[in-house]
Antibody, heavy 118, light 110 residues
Framework: EVQLVQSGGGLVKPGGSLRLSCAAS????????MNWVRQPPGKGLEWISS????????YYTDSVKGRFTVSRDNAKNSLYLQMTSLEVDDTAVYYC???????????WGQGTVVTVSS | QSALTQPASLSGSLGQSITVSCAGT?????????VSWYQQHPGKVPKLIIY???KRPSGVSDRFSGSKFGITASLTISGLQAEDEADYYC??????????FGGGTKVTVL
């Protein structure tokens, strides 16, 4: 069974940092690109970052460029999102997700809540 | 990186059909046959229901179908059932090698 188990969310003050983790199991993690997607409270889904299988290709949405860093450790079957200079507007449920060709997401983590508030 | 455009809400009676539209641009929906649709019930994780414009993952009801014409994709739900009441999001691959979602459509079953 494909599983993506997330950890690392929480409450942080504006300007603070958090690191999200996503542990994959039940599939060959090495051959899938991965995504981070977030959903602010009461709002829609927003793609924020993608990383290719070997980390050669990495992309970010404009609003997080320079503040967020995506990475992966294929030996540990894990995906990470390092978030710095956090802003109130970064408050959301963050999902890690498995990508198929053409940016189709066919598996999602359970979501982790990030709240940025003073 | 503007979101794809979806109607905020739609409603239909039990057994009816409804169609959710998803308008993009020539740089996303219009450029590739890589449109996907996701269903999300309140408090739940999104679920893939359509990919590559019109393909259904295993286990998804054939009451869900997808299509695309130009820069607009559509999701049709036939024979509406109570459990179809949910939020629906379209998504597309883009010419910048990224992904973009629609704003979401809340479907209400009357």
């Amino acid at each position: 069974e494909v599983q993506l188990v997330q950890s690392g969310g929480g409450l942080v003050k504006p300007g603070g940092s958090l690191r999200l983790s996503c542990a994959a199991s039940g599939f060959n993690f090495n051959i899938y690109s991965m995504n981070w997607v977030r959903q602010p409270p009461g709002k829609g889904l927003e793609w924020i970052s993608s990383i290719s299988t070997t980390s050669r290709y990495i992309y970010y949405t404009d609003s997080v460029k320079g503040r967020f860093t995506v990475s992966r450790d294929n030996a540990k079957n894990s995906l990470y999102l390092q978030m710095t200079s956090l802003e109130v507007d970064d408050t959301a449920v963050y999902y890690c997700a498995r990508l198929l060709v053409g940016a189709t997401v066919d598996a999602w983590g359970q979501g982790t809540v990030v709240t940025v508030s003073s | 990186q503007s979101a794809l455009t979806q109607p905020a809400s739609l409603s239909g009676s039990l057994g009816q059909s409804i169609t959710v539209s998803c308008a993009g641009t020539p740089r996303d929906v219009g450029a590739y046959d890589y449109v996907s649709w996701y269903q999300q019930h309140p408090g739940k994780v999104p679920k893939l229901i359509i990919y590559d414009v019109s393909k259904r993952p295993s286990g998804v009801s054939d009451r869900f179908s997808g299509s695309k014409f130009g820069i607009t994709a559509s999701l049709t739900i036939s024979g509406l059932q109570a459990e179809d009441e949910a939020d629906y999001y379209c998504s597309s691959y883009t010419s910048s090698y990224t992904q973009v979602f629609g704003g979401g459509t809340k479907v209400t079953v009357l």
